[in-house]
């Protein structure tokens, strides 16, 4: 059973693919199907994450630039919340690869953009498929909620921005797992892509998948680490493909929420990156931000501006 990519036809001419977190935590775990079918396939693949965790106090890591560190399994730190040194000690544990996860500091976009060229001048990246646990990336900021978009909508203005690399892309995974959220602007927001050639397709990931199988097991493993706190997106992905509904509880991050796990949670939607950013109304205030707080500044102020679209209700949550 094989991941069928909407979007194999853009990626056949592509070999060296990044595979890139865009909104922290644990973005980066939702695209690992995706990078092992990729790899598949033949192709060359890095992992990236806009990263929460503590990169400054690191030991052991590799740099790559003043905002860009690579994390390997032998990496040692202080910082509990590690889902990244997690991930390439599961590497090494359970496939016996040694690899590197490439962490970005929480900044703003130039930065950003900064350390992006730095990968794609290193591993002559041709490809870029950024990661979405969850769609807040599809918001454009005038929906009614828009759920956590700053940290998303950064990655996306500095990919967007980026010089040399013909193919971008976003994948998202975990439709309906996020709160404050008004699923009915979701849904015409990808009608509204879809009219404009920006939807690339869609499919669901089950579990005969050996690519979803892999990536069950490196969730589960970083999980079970002391002290790691679980991710909802994943935890409400892994529920999906199981078959479970409703007010399912993986973990005990959400015991005491009400949650509504469904089949939609398991769908990949795929979307061409820069048709995203262009009806981002976030871009322009973004794109010229240093630090994380120059961009929820900047967000913050022009949110008091847009006209938001009228509250429409559909039951997902």
């Not at 709160?179 to 927001?189: D, I, R």
């Not at 404009?196 to 097991?217: A, D, T, V």
Request: charged content about 20%; glycine content about 8%; some cysteine.
């Amino acid at each position: 059973m094989r991941l069928n990519l909407p979007v194999t036809e853009r990626l056949a001419e592509c070999q060296n693919i990044l595979v890139a977190g865009m909104g922290g935590g644990f973005d980066v775990f939702c695209g690992l199907p995706l990078y092992f079918e990729l790899r598949e396939q033949g192709k060359t693949v890095h992992l990236a994450n806009y990263s929460f965790s503590f990169l400054s106090d690191l030991h052991d890591g590799h740099d790559l630039g003043e905002n860009l560190v690579g994390v390997n399994a032998d990496m040692t730190s202080w910082y509990q919340y590690f889902p990244e040194r997690h991930l390439a000690q599961w590497f090494r544990e359970n496939r016996h690869e040694e690899i590197t996860i490439w962490c970005f500091h929480k900044t703003g976009v130039r930065p950003l953009i900064e350390g992006y060229q730095a990968l794609i001048e290193r591993f002559k990246i041709d490809a870029i498929m950024l990661i979405d646990g969850g769609v807040d990336s599809l918001m454009r900021g005038n929906e009614a909620q828009y759920g956590t978009l700053i940290e998303d909508s950064i990655s996306l203005c500095a990919v967007d921005a980026l010089k040399g690399v013909k193919h971008k892309f976003i994948a998202c995974v975990g439709l309906g797992a996020e709160l404050e959220m008004t699923y009915a602007h979701v849904f015409e927001n990808i009608a509204e892509l879809n009219k404009e050639g920006g939807f690339l397709g869609s499919c669901s990931l089950i579990k005969q998948m050996e690519c979803f199988q892999w990536y069950e097991q490196a969730v589960e493993y970083t999980f079970a680490q002391p002290s790691q706190e679980p991710s909802v997106i994943n935890a409400s992905v892994l529920s999906a493909v199981r078959g479970e509904y409703g007010n399912y509880h993986l973990t005990w991050k959400t015991q005491g929420s009400k949650l509504w796990i469904s089949p939609l949670m398991s769908i990949y939607w795929f979307f061409d990156l820069h048709g995203v950013a262009k009806r981002n109304l976030l871009m322009d205030d973004l794109y010229y931000t240093d630090t994380l707080t120059d961009a929820a500044r900047a967000v913050w102020k022009l949110m008091q501006q847009i006209v938001k679209r009228k509250e429409t209700r559909i039951p997902l949550t």
